[in-house]
């Protein structure tokens, strides 16, 4: 027997529902990835983007569950009621739900496109600190570069390991770089930081009270700016871009999902 889902936080799906039945709503747009579902059989948790990841869509053929709607029909004061649905009704009605699954596939190809987070929310922004954030590492780099190649043809030996040097700096820079995420999604802003072992911080869009941007010297010369979020229940700041290209546009993104506006649907 299929597992079998209910979901807690939406009275208007009663019934158990199973994976097809999920993954049909999230083809239709009545339901999103990140919500919140439970097992029957075992009372887990999970989102309903873990469940159906990675599933194909489902068809009337294959007698897989379809999510019950129901039937209209115009009657007029001389039409009577007919006790059973006639079975012309029931496949038309199949047939809406085939159409409505084919359309519904190529937005779900499109989702596919994106990338999601573990818990199945959408993606919207993903950035690393820009590589004009090490400043000074890089001129260091630049240095013992240019120290390597005069030292050629003084002696070979401190070139090699002025170059070594060199090569170092520069590799360490490209792992602090993308060893850092800044993420944004539709419910939260994220940053995620560490090479082992991963370390985040994150705070929801809703709660989110005051976003302030600061571009200033050398670093706001080369476009580069610091966003702090602060939130209602912290009075400092709770999770902090630096050196990010693009600050103020990553602002306006934000506030656009406080209100609301999502990118995608526009």
Known sequence: ??????????????????????YTLVARGSLARGEMCMDEATGHMHTVGELVSGMRRPTASSGQARIARPMYREISPDTELPDEPLADEEEEDEEDDEEELEEAAPEEDKDDDFDYSSSGERILYRAHPSWLGYTKALILCLLLTVAGGLLFVIQLEYAAIALLCASSTFIAIGIARYSHDYIVTRERVELSWGIIGRNSKEARI????????????????????????????????????????????????????????YPTDD
């Not at 027997?1 to 999920?22: G, N, V, W």
């Not at 706001?220 to 630096?242: C, H, M, P, R, Y």
Request: aromatic share 6%; net charge positive.
């Open 1 to 22: 027997m299929s597992a079998r889902y209910t979901l807690p936080q939406h009275p208007a799906f009663s019934d158990p529902l199973s994976k097809e039945d999920l």
């Open 206 to 261: 809703c709660d989110i009270r005051s976003i302030d941007v600061y571009e200033s010297g050398i670093k706001g010369l080369l476009g580069l700016g610091t966003i702090d979020f602060s939130t209602a229940a912290n009075a400092g700041i709770e999770v902090q871009f630096k050196d990010m290209r693009s600050a103020h546009k990553v602002k306006d993104l934000v506030r656009k999902l406080q209100r609301g506006v």
